[in-house]
């Protein structure tokens, strides 16, 4: 009577149909020839490339020394003061009065003295044409607050 594979398998205390272990064994021997082999490869081809590039033998290298400008835009070498100067500038701009276009009478003035000048004058307005056609609308070009107050309380 054959023998049942559990029972087979109990007596040997190992699973017998599943693994070889001769087959096992011709695998890792493969593996490790096949890496052995390769780094004996590579160990004779960085030995060849070291006797071929020595000292005696010449090698053009054309651009050995040329070192071009990258083009823009090129990374800051110092960003925060880069950063300190753009910042100065801006606020140089904003604060101060200069000619921005001499031909065409364009000027700069401070920020704070554009607000005050705002105030006191108001924004500018919209032709006559388009301020009929909005009043006829029931708009005006008042600011809000005079409008409030001339047209009284909200019924």
Avoid: W
């Amino acid at each position: 009577m054959p023998v049942e594979p559990l029972e087979q398998s109990m007596s040997a205390g190992y699973e017998e149909r599943d693994v070889s272990a001769r087959r096992l064994l011709y695998f890792l021997a493969a593996v490790g020839a096949i890496l052995i082999l390769s780094g004996l490869a590579l160990h004779s081809l960085f030995e060849h490339f070291v006797r071929s590039t020595g000292e005696s033998s010449v090698v053009a290298r054309p651009f050995a020394n040329d070192h071009p400008i990258p083009p823009e835009p090129r990374l800051q070498s110092a960003p925060e003061s880069d950063r300190a100067l753009y910042l100065a500038s801006q606020q140089e701009s904003l604060t101060t009065y200069g000619v921005v276009d001499r031909e065409k009478g364009i000027v700069r003035i401070p920020i704070e003295r554009a607000m005050q000048l705002v105030l006191q004058q108001g924004l500018p307005t919209r032709a006559a044409k388009d301020t009929a056609a909005r009043t006829s609308a029931g708009a005006t070009d008042m600011p809000l607050s005079r409008q409030s107050a001339t047209k009284g309380p909200p019924r």
